[in-house]
């Protein structure tokens, strides 16, 4: 006899781990199968992202940025110090525990709401049925009314840069370093690369990064991406675009890199270290039994419809495996309205207002359509704009850099796209997420009122911008 579920969820990353919460909340009895084991031998929920991603990486963020204001920033405040250096193994012990505490927190999660956790490896066989091989090697036959599948994601890998786990790297092994590299390379400079190229730079590493595009940031607003590049220039970041890696090999003395650059010269790199973070692809290896009737698309993505149903009837698939952007919190979206869908309730996801974020200083963040999307559309539009240098919060943060952008409607007022560059930017969008999904106008930011001083009265200048009414900067 096989264990009998209603509700089977393959992966406990920030796609599956909410989905299996969700699940047991609508009253399902529902596992959730997850493999992941770290170096230690530890296995342990939360997927990429509480593991090797979003968390790990913020933690070191924000010990670095801490670190560079207290070299760069403290005396301008007037606050005396001595030298301050960063001790690396104390900085990775704290990420090492911030991660524990949250993995640790998906099971005190999944036994509050009645989810069984199941650590190893998961197949979906057909007909409802699921392989499952627990971390000991042991076999069950496990069935279910519903299979969600949310495996998550792969780092892609460079055929002429191969990772061989110590020198040539991919973003865990650049979470890991136990010592600051005197000389780091990056392959690829999105959002990995631009965040962690951050952290070793703070600490002091010679960061280059070569990035095969000719435009940086080109999924950003442009004038965004301009912005952030004049400051990461300013930091040390050394950016190189047009850069085509042709070849990348550990000697005694480093990483010899070559690559083509924007004129199609041959040029060479040496580094201690280099991370290639050019992109991820989905992870769906032994996950689906030659009957699953599950098809993967061209670029071995689970092909789902809008509301995550595969062509398999009671299959569902939600995450990173699926289409879309690659992002935490649009798997949990997912994740949580395939839960509510398998219950028989509405659910939704406004895949339009999906917030992006890049936690670099100055931060950047977006919701909405760019301007030049906005443009090639062809709807008559207007922007507001407000710098972050007629904050009085920001100059008293001394974060006066960058702006906030938004774009709206010429016919209709509709807020079409919001761009942030500043402090904060993160939690500053959020604002413009929630005007957007209830469809408002930039009429409607301009009526409601923002405490002061807050980085939120930028938003609200902005939208006053947008029709020549700012009133904290003159109106151009
Ligand atoms: P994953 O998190 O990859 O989880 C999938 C899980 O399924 C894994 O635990 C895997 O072991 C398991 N699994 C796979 N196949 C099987 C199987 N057959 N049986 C059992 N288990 C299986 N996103 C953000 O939104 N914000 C950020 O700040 C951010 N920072 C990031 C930083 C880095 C360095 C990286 C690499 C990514 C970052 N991301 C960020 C992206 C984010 O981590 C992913 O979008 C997110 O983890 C995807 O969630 P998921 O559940 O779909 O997949
Ligand atoms: P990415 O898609 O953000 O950036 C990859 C970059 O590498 C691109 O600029 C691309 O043009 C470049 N590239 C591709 N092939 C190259 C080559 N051969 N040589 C040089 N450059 C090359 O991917 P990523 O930075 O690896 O991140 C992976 C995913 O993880 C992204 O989808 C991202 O959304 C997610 N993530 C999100 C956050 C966040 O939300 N803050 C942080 C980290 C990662």
Redesign the pocket.
């Known amino acids: 006899m096989s264990e009998a579920y209603d509700v089977i969820v393959i992966g406990g990353g920030p796609a599956g781990y909410p989905a299996a919460i969700r699940a047991a909340q609508n009253k399902l009895k529902t596992a959730c199968i997850d493999e992941w084991k770290n170096p230690d031998g530890s296995a342990t929920f939360g997927g990429t992202c509480l593991n090797a991603?979003?968390i790990p990486?913020k933690a070191l963020l924000e010990s670095s940025e801490l670190l560079h204001r207290a070299q760069a920033e403290f005396a301008t405040h007037g606050i005396q110090t001595g030298p301050v250096s960063m001790d690396v193994a104390a900085m990775q012990k704290r990420k090492a525990g911030i991660v524990k505490g949250m993995t640790g927190g998906i099971l005190q999660l999944f036994k509050a709401a009645g989810v069984t956790a199941l650590q190893g490896h998961g197949k979906f066989l057909g007909d409802g049925k699921v392989e499952f091989t627990a971390h000991d090697g042991s076999v069950k036959q496990l069935s279910a009314k519903h299979v969600v599948l949310a495996s998550g994601?792969q780092?892609?890998p460079?055929k002429?840069a191969p990772f061989d786990g110590k020198s040539i790297v991919d973003?865990w092994g650049a979470l890991e370093f136990d010592a600051v590299p005197k000389r780091l390379g990056v392959?690829?400079?999105?959002?990995?690369?631009l965040?962690l190229g951050s952290v070793w730079r703070r600490l002091g590493a010679e960061v280059v990064v070569?990035?095969?595009?000719p435009d940086f940031?080109?999924?950003a607003d442009q004038q965004l991406a301009k912005e952030a590049l004049k400051h990461f220039k300013k930091q040390g970041l050394d950016i190189r675009l047009g850069?085509?890696?042709t070849g990348a090999k550990a000697a005694k003395n480093g990483v010899q890199v070559e690559y083509s650059d924007s004129v199609g010269a041959t040029q060479s790199l040496t580094v201690d270290k280099l991370v290639v973070?050019?992109?991820?692809r989905p992870h769906t290896q032994n996950l689906l039994g030659e009957r699953s009737g599950v098809e993967l698309d061209e670029r071995g993505f689970i092909k789902v419809d809008h509301d995550c149903r595969t062509g398999v009837p009671n299959v569902w698939a939600v995450g990173d495996c699926v289409r879309g952007?690659?992002?935490?919190h649009k798997g949990k979206e997912e994740g949580v309205a395939v839960a509510d869908r398998i219950a028989g309730l509405y659910a939704e996801v406004n895949y339009r207002t999906i917030p992006?974020?890049?936690?670099t200083a100055p931060e950047i963040a977006w919701v909405g359509q760019t301007e030049e999307q906005v443009k090639a559309s062809g709807r008559p539009y207007k922007i507001g704009s407000f710098p972050f240098l007629a904050s009085g919060r920001a100059r008293a943060m001394e974060a006066s850099q960058g702006f906030v952008k938004l774009i709206a409607a010429k016919d209709d007022d509709e807020i079409l796209g919001v761009h942030v560059i500043g402090p904060m930017a993160g939690e500053l969008i959020a604002e413009a997420v929630l005007a957007m999904e209830y469809s408002a106008s930039t009429e409607d930011l301009q009526r409601t009122i923002h405490a002061h001083p807050t980085l939120s009265e930028g938003l609200h200048e902005a939208a006053l911008a947008a029709d020549k009414r700012a009133i904290d900067m003159p109106n151009r």
Do not use: F, N, Q
């Open positions: 991603g979003c990486s994601s780092p892609m460079l002429t973003s392959i690829g400079a999105g959002v990995i690369g965040e070569l990035e095969a595009l940031l080109a999924i850069a085509k890696v973070c050019i992109g991820r952007p690659m992002l935490a992006s974020v890049i936690y």
